[in-house]
């Protein structure tokens, strides 16, 4: 799949621009704070239904506007696509897709795919397990609905038991109907953990050979994920929900289940959130988000969009080819400060 345009008006630092792509590689070229990254974002919002930058859509207005529009133009294999979003600091996000309003987010998800990488996306190594699983959550979103469904229900289900553990001061209120919360808890955690692990045992075996393609074949990367349960999620999650229910009270929050859950990351068997270099967290970020193009490609038939941003400056001159000849499968749309390299794409000016 490909986009083909992406119209903004009002939308960060653009009042009316069109922007048109190719299908093969696409590089915008620019100075610093001249709106690159804000193309990116454009493209990523048309597809997730959200930015990567900010959680407040009135942040995406230009400055003394009070309204915002971004188009995108997709084909794909089958058919094309066009996804208008509208902005209004007064009002909720109107989404359309072939001119027909959707009223869910998650109506949204699998109509166009993309993959976003930017030097921030280390944080998917480095930092809290929370980035892992929103790793996992938004790619498995994208081509699975009902995943997107089951984790909105979830988070629902779990903040009422939270609520309820901090509603009384009486534990014994609480045991009369916490064990209805528990058993919707513990039925959708299993769900949600059968989709991970299939989704995590796919990516792995991408991924490791993703990165040792871009690092040259020096480093063996595994990534496992983690769980304090298995096979019988459910079963076994509910015992343990029981048996902590004094803890949780005392917390006021719930101390086991999928929002707990975690990925281990290993290069040649060595812990790379503690241990690995700032260039082995770099280059096991960016495979793993190659990978996705792989487990997209197998699930919805053909490759999504490859969003690079700012990756160049991040790689020495023999990891950006490979990058580039890993890439030349997907339409892949980069943002960089100088062409130095020899790259054959579409080459886009910005502030220029």
Known sequence: MIINSLKLVNYRNYDNFTFKFD?????????????????????????????FKTSKDKDIIKWGENRAYLCGEFSKKYRDEKI????????????????????????LMGVTNAVFFSPDELKLVKESPEERRRFMNIDISQTDKRYFYMIGRYEKVLASRNKLLKSTSDINVIKETIDIWDRALSELAEKIYIERKKFIDELSPFAKLAHQYISGGKENLEIKYISSFDGSYSDKMAKYLAKNLEKDFRLGYTTVGVHRDELDIYLNGTEVKNFGSQGQQRTVALSMKLAELEIIKNRVGEYPILLLDDVFSELDKDRRKRLLNFTSKTQTIITCTDISDNIEGRIIRIGM
């Not at 696409?26 to 493209?43: F, H, P, R």
């Open 84 to 107: 208008e979003i509208f902005f209004d600091e007064n009002k909720k996000k109107t989404i359309k897709v072939d001119e027909i309003a959707i009223h869910k987010i998650g109506e």
């Open 23 to 51: 299908k093969g590689i696409n590089v915008l070229v620019g100075k610093n704070a001249q709106g690159k990254t804000n193309i990116i974002e454009a493209i990523f919002y048309a597809v997730i239904g959200r930015s």
